[in-house]
């Protein structure tokens, strides 16, 4: 039987918490992860009928982008809006689980989605960090490499991109000398031994390095295994904030706005003038953006799309890149129907529903 567990897992594949922002508050927020699932619902965030969808279509985990607690909860009680609809989720036995900037910041994920709605082409990241990544090298003798870089690689060491399973391997000499108390694999106490060795070096995420140490130590023979992680200033392709990508054609500026608001379908969106007299290269972000507006400027983006943009951005980019900003609900709630499509597609025997209630409480008028 499936577990909640099982459906956390292959969101975190995705999205590994590790990645969000480190004042987020993401993964399971009510609910056991034990208990079998019997459908999921999917949302932009919790309301009152999101709660009730899932008890209409007998669906006991809830999934949103947004998570319901995000600053420390004092008590749950109906007299804040959060406790009211906490209380609600777990009076009526659901669970309840978040993916928030994960989602943000993960290939794929929410900014990938807006701009394949967008209809843009080689879409990449906006801007991704340096020194997200650590090497590590390990000397194992040559009839161990095989079961430790397996481990390795199990463990989430080796990925570049689409490839995984990396590592680089050269043959050499080690020596040591055992010292009384030690349990050699080869040689003896007090003996210099030189031993034919093979150096692997794979790369792992910054986050996943203790697990993969772990994983590698398991399976060395060595009592003592002689191995370096080193900080790598090199990228993580897998994940970076906001995207960047082209038009099939170029546009004009005012066909580039219709374009947005018809394929994200909104009725209004709020924006200044850059620069360029038509649109190639957008750059996206969705949700609150703003901070990524240079980076998009010099990125050379002809349009910058993103949404919770104050007053002042606005006079930033004026003249400079035209910002678009078309709603925080609007540039979002395109993950909800990815993320039932991931689920769908790993567990065809769930019922995994994205919900039909809108969600966003603005209206254009
Ligand atoms: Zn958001």
Redo the contacts with the bound molecule.
Sequence with gaps: MLKIQDIIDEIEAWAPPAIAWDRDNVGLQIGNPEEPVTGVVAA?EITPDVIQEALQKKCNLIIT??PLIFQPLKNLTNKTLSGKLALSIAQNKLNLYSA?TNLDFTHGGVNFVLGRKLDLRDIGFLYQEAGSMKKISVFVPPDYVNAVTDAMTKAGAGIIGDYEACSFQLRGTGTFRPLPGSQPFSGEVGKLQHEDEVRIEMVSPAWRTNAVVTAMTNAHPYDEVAYDVYPNEAIDPKYGAGVIGSLRQEMSVEDFIAHTKKTIDTPAVRWTRGRADSIKRVAIC???GSELLQVAIQKKADAFVTADVKYHFFHEAHGIIHLIDAG?YET?HHIVAAIVDRLQKKFQDVSCYPTTSITNPIIYS
Excluded: F, Q
């Design positions: 932009l982008h947004h928030h969705g949700g609150s925080h979002e």
